[in-house]
């Protein structure tokens, strides 16, 4: 049992390259989400979903892109990378119950992104 | 802004000490988490309190929630040089939306 796998571990990217945040679940959880992690700020949501073909915007949504077309895979993409998207980037899922956020979240161990 | 917020920011103590750390938010939840990060590591969720509920406990672990303060507390009990790690707070607001919001954590050093 994998749980949720990311992938790729680290990454440079130059400004203005795009590139695609790979994450899988292998857990059949309905929601999952993207997070980046900046020293000081805590977690800041980028993105969610509630299952396939739903997708909605967090706090940070901005230059970045998601789809979920199955349960599985939630990918994020990186339009136009900027030095401020540099950043360790976690994507988590769940299963929800009840139609209340009452579960915990699975973490990957995240991306570490570097935008040079 | 964040809708929690940890504190302190950085803790200390000897092995053995207990350990606590305090979380504030601003708007009316469902929920509040606890959860652990190891240095380079993903997140591992702890424990969650419901808002009717007032404490919790899981092993060494103690959560309190006072909603009327809008505040919890995470008592981590005869600490371990493996407790070390950041502990974050996260909250999922009552406004129906599936946001968990997290806190900015503390830094948790346990001293052998």
């Known amino acids: 049992n994998a749980g949720v796998t990311q992938t790729p571990k680290f990454q440079v990217l130059k400004t203005g390259q795009s590139m695609t945040l790979q994450c899988a679940q292998d857990?059949?959880?309905?929601?999952m989400s993207w997070y980046r992690q900046d020293p000081g700020m805590g977690l800041r949501l980028i993105h969610y979903?509630?299952?396939?073909?739903?997708?909605d915007q967090g706090e940070v949504p901005n230059g970045y892109n998601v789809s979920r077309s199955t349960t599985e895979d939630f990918p994020l993409r990186l339009l136009s990378a900027a030095p401020s998207q540099t950043s360790v980037y976690f994507c988590?899922?769940?299963?929800?119950?009840?139609?209340?956020?009452?579960?915990?979240?699975?973490f990957g161990n995240g991306t570490r992104l570097t935008v040079t | 802004s964040q809708q929690g917020e940890e504190d302190p920011q950085a803790l200390s103590i000897q092995e053995g000490e207990n350990a606590t750390m305090n979380c504030s938010y601003k708007?009316?939840?469902?929920?509040l988490q606890w959860y652990r990060q190891n240095s380079g590591r993903g997140l591992v969720h702890l424990i969650l309190?419901?808002?009717?509920?007032r404490e919790k406990h899981s092993g060494r672990l103690r959560v309190t929630l006072d909603t009327s303060k809008k505040s919890s507390s995470l008592l981590i009990t005869a600490s371990r040089a493996a407790d070390t790690a950041s502990y974050f707070c996260?909250?999922?607001?009552?406004?129906?939306?599936?946001?968990?919001?997290f806190g900015q954590g503390t830094r948790l050093t346990i001293n052998p």
């Open positions: 309190i419901r808002s009717n509920e």
């Open positions: 996260a909250t999922d607001a009552i406004t129906g939306a599936q946001k968990l919001v």
């Open positions: 988590a899922s769940s299963y929800m119950g009840g139609g209340s956020y009452n579960s915990p979240l699975h």
């Open positions: 857990m059949n959880h309905e929601y």
């Open positions: 708007t009316s939840i469902n929920n």
């Open positions: 979903s509630v299952g396939a073909g739903i997708t």
